[in-house]
């Protein structure tokens, strides 16, 4: 379970994690994250996880297949982060 959430708030700060879940979902993010990266991970709810939950794969995946998932995560951050940016927010 990776907490998206606490992720965009560690990388761009807690001003952007309250825009991004003010004004996205959860599932936004992962809509977007399979369209733009071809990377596909299922919500995390019902899990009693994290508020912003993204579930990963454990069972049939290559190691180096973690490792871009972890650049696709990043990436697509970066960009809901310029996003926030050019709104002004």
């Known amino acids: ?3 998206i959430g606490r992720m965009a708030e560690a990388r761009y700060g ?3 994690s ?3 879940k003010d004004t996205y979902s959860p599932l936004d993010f992962l809509l977007y994250l399979a369209d733009t990266k071809k990377t596909v991970l299922l919500p ?3 899990f009693a996880g994290p508020r912003w939950p993204a579930r990963v794969s454990l069972a049939n995946l290559m190691d180096d297949d973690y490792t871009a998932i972890g650049i696709s995560i990043r990436e697509a ?3 809901f982060h310029e996003s ?3 709104s002004g927010k």
Do not use: H, N, R
Request: hydrophobic share 35%; aromatic share 16%.
């Open 1 to 3: 379970m990776i907490d």
């Open 14 to 16: 807690s001003k952007f």
């Open 18 to 20: 309250d825009y991004m």
């Open 44 to 46: 995390g709810y019902g």
């Open 77 to 79: 951050l970066t960009a």
């Open 84 to 86: 926030c940016q050019k």
